[in-house]
């Protein structure tokens, strides 16, 4: 008992493990308590919106969305080629029967798109204020903002008829009238700069008459274009009317611009650099295109509403159809 007890001394003078003795038994010290460990969050990754559901992409990829300070915050689809060509084919097919529906119909339905957006006004105050690095009170007037631009076209779908229709005097025993149709599919290119406030002040004018969509989210801010797309899942906006991608735009353009099946396209989103081989793509089946003003390229004001929300923007996607009609048939 002497040799064990001049041990454990020897031990503790030198470092080692202490013991205290309890009867018969030496016990170690109790030990210190684990620091918590530090939990990484899961990060959320998103899907399309194609036909009104939410499908992977084909390609099984996907890519980092960060913040404007470079926190991640969740990983967005990187579309394919494959998945551009399905939305557009979806997109057609979404076509005719939203054409098919009453200008009063397609504004009522507009209207409760914008009603569920101001449900999620938290959610995408909140998407956008990380998106765009600015402080709360700002992301919350550009939503409120991109909400009342929402229901400001929607006022629109059954009046444009009347403000770009006509009826024209002719000499000949006839009436002739001039009537806007829809184009047809709108690919549309979002802004990269403004990621909800820019691709409505886009995409409402294309569908208030009565266009199907395949939309082009922001590359580096598209969390809330996918936040739309859940929106308009739970409205009555019919499937493949609004389809949204994610995905790299040096990938997806060029595909979208050169598309035999789309009619018109809206290039405010694209690179200056590309924009010249995007108009030439687009050439090929004679699209109608959009595209910024010189002086404003890259800093378009969008909260400017004398700028941004005109009735000549849902001009620019449709089509002047002329009939004549014998007087007295």
Avoid at 40 to 69: C, H, M, N, W
């Amino acid at each position: 008992m002497a040799e064990r007890s001049s041990r454990t001394a020897r031990t503790a003078q030198a470092g080692g493990p202490a013991f205290k003795s309890h009867g018969n038994s030496p016990l170690k010290a109790a030990a210190p308590e684990a620091s918590p460990a530090v939990r990484i969050p899961v990060r959320k990754t998103y899907k399309l919106y194609v036909g009104g559901q939410f499908p992977r992409s084909e390609s099984g990829r996907s890519y980092v969305v960060r913040a404007a300070d470079g926190t991640p915050l969740a990983n967005a689809v990187r579309s394919s080629k494959k998945d551009l060509r399905d939305a557009v084919r979806t997109a057609r097919g979404g076509a005719t029967k939203w054409a098919a529906k009453t200008a009063m119909n397609r504004g009522q339905v507009l209207y409760r798109v914008a009603e569920l957006m101001e449900g999620r006004r938290d959610q995408f105050a909140e998407e956008v204020g990380a998106a765009e690095g600015v402080p709360l009170e700002r992301a919350e007037e550009l939503v409120s903002r991109a909400i009342d631009r929402w229901v400001w076209y929607a006022g629109w779908a059954d009046k444009i008829s009347q403000v770009l229709g006509a009826v024209n005097p002719v000499a000949a025993s006839y009436f002739n009238f001039t009537i806007p149709e829809p184009t047809g599919i709108v690919g549309i290119v979002a802004p990269e700069d403004s990621s909800l406030l820019g691709l409505v002040s886009r995409l409402a004018p294309a569908v208030v008459g009565g266009n199907a969509t395949v939309v082009l989210s922001s590359e580096s801010r598209p969390l809330p274009a996918i936040t739309l797309g859940e929106v308009l899942a739970t409205s009555d906006v019919p499937p493949g009317v609004i389809n949204i991608l994610t995905g790299l735009r040096r990938e997806l353009v060029p595909i979208l611009a050169g598309h035999m099946d789309v009619n018109a396209i809206d290039l405010w989103g694209v690179p200056a650099d590309m924009r010249v081989q995007a108009e030439e793509l687009a050439m090929e089946n004679v699209k109608r295109v959009a595209r910024p003003p010189r002086r404003d390229a890259g800093h378009f004001d969008w909260l400017d509403d004398g700028r941004a929300q005109r009735p000549e923007w849902i001009a620019h996607y449709l089509e002047m159809k002329t009939v004549w009609h014998p007087i007295g048939v």
